[in-house]
């Protein structure tokens, strides 16, 4: 037995030896790329001994380039291929918030909710999504201020399927009383859950454009008033989808996909097909150019109970100021775009916190001076025919009007001298952002659509 123990204890203390001994050879002979045994080698020159790497080519046929085919209804159908097993396709329309002068506020915000309900094929949601699934689907729609965009990204071997189905969606929903009941509810908790949300950007982007263009075009709610929630039912819908929802107002627009193959699905499921809300007679549509008019809008409310607890959201005021800019169509949009990154807009790809950007204006000259603010962003909307330039702002109460101060202070700074050094870095980080996008399909989709629709359909002022 104790020469049983002995053995064991023997085999055990060589495994650990085999163990802790060095697979390459001694810690004294290893060699690190910082250390002298090798060359000192550039990065922008290849490694010695290392193979010349292979690449893969392309045949230099695929530009990437948007093709627009016009059906004989007025239906525009844009694509652009790109490779990948998967496709991006929906149907965007000339509707939304700013076309509701001669309507009920919020119809597009109630279009929004209902949106891939129960149809003149599919009797629920349910069932829309289990079509969807079989090539791997999904879907959704948003509502801007000047479009309606129903998307749906699936397999590019179920085109077919896909186009069939938001044609229906679009052109045949039933609008029960079911679905418009459980709309007015989804559309009260909204509103319910936008004034009470500590984040109050959605807010003041909605009264900084009331203030703006006020009751007109793009200054109309977005989203649909408490007192009109009760009010718009289905012959309010139809009315409205009557005169928007036409075929010279919509773009079936389609990222992933050949050109022929969409155009061919298009005639199929969209040409001769007779809405739900019969066929439009004389069309009575919102021509309105934006105006500029320009205002104040100040709401008072007492965050005090929203966040309790051991550290509770600091009581802030949020302000919000703007300056009208240019439409996405006229050849100053790239330069507003480069001024945004400057001052501290853009998306994810920023450094440094609020400020979007470590190098970003608002960032050296307010965030970092100022250590009181709590947050300063920039913002640019634009549209078909306008824009807004915002920076967004929060501070203690106490310090509003020094707040405010600070950053008019940087709107005039907007026009005096710019940094070559500043220029370049916004530039450079204004086009890492596009090319970013460039790898995501519903982001081409949605700029490929809204291009195409807004170019055709609407002529800017200078050439009214």
Same mark, same amino acid.
């Given at each position: 037995m104790a020469t049983a123990v002995w053995a064991a204890a023997r085999l055990l203390r060589g495994s650990a030896v085999l163990c802790a001994r060095p697979r390459f050879g001694s810690p004294a002979h290893r060699r690190f790329s910082s250390g002298a045994t090798y060359p000192n080698i550039p990065l922008s020159s290849p490694l010695p001994g290392v #193979?010349? #790497?292979?690449?893969?080519?392309?045949?230099? &046929?695929?530009?990437?380039?948007?093709?627009?085919?016009?059906?004989?209804?007025?239906?525009r159908v844009a694509s652009q291929n790109k490779f990948g097993q998967f496709c991006t396709v929906g149907i965007l329309i000339n509707s939304g918030s700013r076309y509701e002068a001669k309507y009920l506020s919020g119809i597009a915000h109630f279009l929004e909710k209902l949106a891939f309900s129960s149809t003149a094929r599919f009797d629920s949601k349910d069932e829309i999504l289990l079509t969807l699934e079989k090539h791997g689907g999904i879907c959704d729609c948003q509502t801007s201020r000047d479009t309606t965009m129903y998307a749906v990204s699936a397999d590019s071997k179920g085109l077919d399927t896909v186009?069939?189905?938001?044609?229906? =969606?679009?052109? /045949?929903?039933?609008?029960?009383?079911?679905?418009?009941?459980?709309?007015?509810?989804?559309? &009260?908790?909204?509103?319910?859950?936008?004034?009470?949300?500590?984040? #109050?950007?959605?807010?003041?982007?909605?009264?900084?454009?009331?203030?703006?263009f006020r009751e007109n075009t793009v200054g109309l709610h977005r989203f649909c008033p408490v007192e009109n929630i009760a009010k718009i039912d289905r012959e309010v819908l139809h009315s409205y989808l009557k005169n928007y929802y036409t075929p010279d107002r919509m773009v079936l627009a389609g990222v992933g996909v050949e050109h022929e193959h969409l155009v061919e699905c298009a005639r199929k499921y969209l040409v001769g097909a007779e809405p739900a809300w019969g066929a439009p007679g004389t069309v009575d549509v919102d021509r309105s150019v934006a105006q500029y008019t320009g205002g104040i809008i100040k709401v008072?409310?007492?965050?005090?109970?929203?966040?309790?607890?051991?550290?509770?959201? #600091?009581?802030?005021?949020?302000?919000?100021?703007?300056?009208?800019?240019?439409?996405?169509?006229?050849?100053?949009?790239?330069?507003?775009? =480069?001024?945004?990154?400057m001052m501290g807009g853009g998306g994810s790809f920023s450094a440094g916190g609020p400020g979007k950007g470590m190098f970003?204006?608002?960032?050296?000259? =307010?965030?970092?001076? /100022?250590?009181?603010?709590?947050?300063?962003?920039?913002?640019?909307?634009?549209?078909?025919?306008?824009?807004?330039?915002?920076?967004?702002?929060?501070?203690?109460?106490? &310090?509003?009007?020094?707040?405010?101060?600070?950053?008019?202070?940087?709107?005039?700074?907007?026009?005096?001298t710019v940094d070559l050094v500043e220029l370049e870095r916004a530039k450079t980080q204004l086009m890492s952002m596009l090319m970013m996008n460039l790898e995501s399909r519903p982001v081409i989709f949605e700029d490929v659509g809204? &291009?195409?629709?807004?170019?055709?359909?609407?002529?800017?002022?200078?050439e009214l």
């Open positions: #193979p010349k #790497p292979i690449f893969a080519t392309v045949d230099g &046929q695929e530009k990437f380039e948007t093709k627009v085919t016009t059906l004989d209804n007025g239906l186009v069939d189905l938001l044609a229906d =969606v679009v052109l /045949h929903p039933r609008l029960t009383d079911e679905e418009i009941e459980m709309t007015r509810m989804a559309v &009260q908790f909204e509103l319910e859950d936008l004034n009470m949300r500590p984040d #109050p950007e959605p807010l003041l982007t909605e009264m900084i454009h009331e203030a703006a008072e409310r007492d965050m005090s109970n929203v966040s309790l607890g051991p550290t509770p959201i #600091p009581e802030l005021t949020h302000i919000m100021v703007g300056l009208e800019s240019c439409s996405f169509l006229e050849d100053d949009f790239i330069p507003f775009a =480069v001024l945004n990154m970003s204006r608002l960032y050296l000259n =307010v965030l970092n001076r /100022h250590h009181w603010m709590y947050n300063a962003t920039s913002y640019h909307h634009s549209y078909e025919d306008t824009g807004l330039l915002c920076i967004h702002a929060s501070a203690d109460p106490r &310090q509003v009007r020094e707040m405010v101060e600070i950053i008019t202070k940087e709107f005039i700074l907007m026009g005096r809204r &291009q195409v629709l807004a170019t055709h359909s609407r002529k800017l002022p200078h």
